[in-house]
């Protein structure tokens, strides 16, 4: 009894700070998210005020808030959207796979260290974090923007790549043989094929099931499958995530709006709870030592992710002030960062990499999100036009007789 009133506590004083912090947030013109992840650094541990009880529920809740973050980008699009993007987009993910992987894995090279943590560092600085882009996505209203699907085009291919990614460091990691490592990445490959062809064929069998009218079925009938397709997919070594953006993909119609309108307060109360986790989990002591390394690492890899989207959204005919957006928009890393510097320190991969991850990924989710804003700025958007006025041939005026 004594530890549940603790945790209702705990509980309660981390909501109402949250709370807080988000109105001054959108008060100042300023994304709530590097505000949330200030809040997790003082209840941490080290931190001004450590929470003890409630750490563990504060976990399992930001394991929901990306989860949730995730299904409802899925539920903006549907299965046909996703594929012609998806097939549109494919160059795009190599050079961003180019772009951003292979900084990380020379960077790990000039600081001395081998190969499997060149492996290691350059998938912490290929992947951005889908949860923290969502986020500031809903956060300036730009779902709807062209930009958009490119950006998200974006990031499911990072994440599909995660699915084969994963499998292969952690069979590195544990050294087993080539045969092992190459069952575990025919399972996430053959799950990540099975999970999306039943988006795309069975998609509207699904929204059937599912019934639009009962406002409280609906809700537990999306979250439990989603809650359900992201944990089998997490099993079998496949990104929770993914399976939580292909539930939303299957999902159409009726059912699709509807559950977008029950689930938006449920996203945006673990959204919170996932970037104070965050927080929560860097020791603020670690940070000083690897301030420098971490700052020129963020600096080089969100210049290239910025080229990214330049590039991506180029290709697909977007406006220079859309191709600014998208690259901008892209530069956070996150949740999958931090999995792979943890699968590494667990294998006991080089001691430092822990805290030079933990640094680099609060550098890029604090100052991502503030930069995204800068487009949305008058002078930011005077400038984009006075670009695309001297990039426009004026017409020739010459006559020819």
Excluded: C
């Excluded at 092992?180 to 990540?192: D, E, F, H, Q, W």
């Excluded at 059937?208 to 406002?215: E, G």
């Excluded at 079998?236 to 995530?241: D, E, G, M």
């Amino acid at each position: 009894m004594h530890d549940t009133s603790i945790l209702l506590i705990e509980l309660g004083t981390v909501l109402l700070a949250l709370s807080l912090l988000g109105r001054l947030g959108r008060r100042i013109g300023l994304s709530p998210i590097p505000l949330y992840l200030i809040a997790g650094l003082a209840f941490g541990h080290g931190g001004l005020l450590p929470l003890s009880a409630s750490e563990e529920f504060i976990e399992v809740g930001a394991e929901m808030g990306v989860i949730l973050l995730l299904v409802m980008l899925g539920l903006e699009y549907t299965a046909s959207e996703l594929v012609t993007n998806l097939r549109a987009a494919a160059p795009a993910g190599l050079i961003d796979a180019a772009l951003n992987a292979l900084p990380g894995a020379a960077f790990a090279l000039l600081m001395g260290w081998d190969w499997t943590a060149a492996l290691v560092l350059a998938g912490i600085t290929w992947v951005s974090s889908s949860g923290v882009i969502a986020k500031v996505l809903g956060d300036l209203g730009r779902l709807g923007n062209r930009e958009t699907p490119v950006i998200l085009s974006v990031l499911v291919i990072e994440d599909l790549a995660m699915a084969l990614y994963l499998p292969l460091l952690t069979a590195v990691l544990a050294g087993v043989s080539l045969a092992a490592g190459a069952t575990s990445l025919l399972i996430a490959v053959a799950t990540v094929m099975v999970v999306l062809l039943v988006a795309i064929r069975f998609g509207n069998a699904i929204s059937a099931f599912i019934s639009a009218k009962d406002a409280e079925a609906l809700l537990l009938g999306v979250l439990g499958l989603t809650l359900l397709v992201s944990g089998l997919a997490d099993k079998l070594q496949v990104s929770a995530a993914v399976g939580a953006f292909l539930v939303g993909i299957a999902l159409s119609g009726q059912v699709a709006h509807h559950a977008v309108l029950l689930l938006t307060p449920l996203r945006d109360l673990f959204a919170a709870v996932f970037f104070v986790f965050f927080g929560l989990s860097t020791h603020p002591g670690e940070i000083p030592h690897v301030l420098l390394p971490a700052l020129a690492l963020a600096v080089l890899t969100m210049s290239t992710k910025v080229l990214t989207g330049y590039l991506a959204a180029k290709r697909a005919g977007i406006a220079l002030p859309g191709r600014v957006r998208a690259g901008l928009a892209l530069m956070p890393r996150g949740e999958f960062s931090i999995v792979i510097a943890g699968l590494a320190v667990a294998a006991g991969v080089e001691p430092q990499l822990a805290s030079l991850a933990t640094a680099y990924v609060l550098i890029t989710v604090v100052t991502g999100p503030m930069l995204a804003r800068l487009p949305d700025m008058e002078w930011f958007k005077a400038m984009l036009r006075r670009r695309s006025a001297l990039a426009t041939p004026v017409p020739s005026t010459e006559t020819h007789m």
